[in-house]
C-alpha cells in the first residue's frame, strides 16, 4: 500500500549518459512535485504538475525535463548528465486545497543519483 | 524572497533530556509553516502544519509552536528513536502553486 513510489531507489551512470526517474502516487492526489536533496541535505523544489498541468518551473538546466501522463505519475528525465547532477531525487504529491488553506506534501523514498 | 534558518544544525541529548529546535523564518506573507521529520536513506516525513502566530500542535513527545518569526519544535523526554533530522518548511500567499521552501534542518542524536 504504497503512497508514493519511486523507480529506481539508486542510479548510477556515467556523464554524458540520458536516464530517467520514475513516481507513482496512489493517493488519489492532483499536484506531484520534484525536489533535488544535495549533500547537505538541502531540499529544493524543481518542478510542479498540477492534473498534467506544469506550475512550478524553477531555475533548472534545460536538460531536465519532467513528463507527466496522468495526475498519478510524474517521470523525470536527464539529459547528458553531470557531475553536479548528483544527489538525490525525491517525489512528492499533495492533495487538493481546501478552503485557501495549504495540504502538506507526501514524499517518496527518494533516489539516489550518482554520476562518475 | 523566502528565507527559512534552522539552528542548531546538529544537537545530541541524552535520553530524557528535553530540548528545543528551531526555524525562523522570512516570507512575504506565510500561508503555512511545517515540519517533517527525515530518517536516513528514506523521505521526508510529514509532522505538523501550523497556519498563524500562537498556533501549537502536539504529537507524542513533539510540540510545534508558531511565531510572526519563527517556530520552535519542542522534544520532551526524547527516546533515541526520535534521532533524525528534521526540517521546517514555508510557503507563502504570493509564491506560484504550492511551492514549499526548506531549510537545511536540524539533525538530532538521542543517546540511549
Known amino acids: 500500500d504504497t503512497a508514493v513510489s519511486q523507480t529506481p531507489k539508486y542510479l548510477v551512470t556515467q556523464m554524458g549518459n540520458d536516464k530517467s526517474i520514475k513516481c507513482e502516487q496512489n493517493l488519489g492526489h492532483d499536484t506531484m512535485y520534484w525536489y533535488k536533496q544535495d549533500s547537505k541535505k538541502f531540499l529544493k523544489i524543481m518542478f510542479s504538475?498540477?492534473?498534467?498541468?506544469?506550475?512550478i518551473n524553477e531555475t533548472v538546466p534545460n536538460r531536465f525535463s519532467p513528463k507527466s501522463p496522468d495526475k498519478a505519475h510524474l517521470n523525470l528525465h536527464i539529459n547528458s548528465l553531470e557531475l553536479g547532477d548528483s544527489a538525490v531525487y525525491f517525489c512528492?504529491?499533495?492533495?487538493?486545497?481546501?478552503?485557501?488553506?495549504?495540504?502538506?506534501?507526501?514524499f517518496g523514498p527518494g533516489t539516489r543519483l550518482t554520476v562518475l | 524572497e523566502d528565507q527559512v534558518t534552522q539552528s542548531p544544525e546538529a544537537l545530541r541529548l541524552q535520553e530524557g533530556e528535553s530540548s528545543s529546535l528551531n526555524c525562523s523564518y522570512t516570507?512575504?506573507?506565510?500561508?503555512?509553516l511545517f515540519w517533517y521529520r527525515q530518517d536516513p536513506g528514506k523521505g521526508p516525513e510529514f509532522l505538523f502544519t501550523l497556519y498563524s502566530a500562537g498556533e501549537e500542535k502536539e504529537k507524542e513527545r513533539l510540540k510545534a509552536t508558531l511565531t510572526k518569526k519563527e517556530s520552535f519544535l519542542h522534544i520532551t523526554a526524547p527516546k533515541p528513536e526520535d534521532s533524525a533530522t528534521y526540517l521546517c518548511a514555508v510557503q507563502a500567499y504570493e509564491t506560484s502553486g504550492s511551492r514549499l521552501t526548506f531549510g537545511e534542518g536540524t539533525q538530532l542524536t538521542v543517546n540511549p
Open positions: 516570507v512575504s506573507g506565510l500561508r503555512g
Open positions: 504538475y498540477n492534473n498534467k498541468e506544469l506550475i
Open positions: 512528492a504529491s499533495s492533495p487538493p486545497r481546501k478552503d485557501g488553506s495549504y495540504n502538506e506534501q507526501f
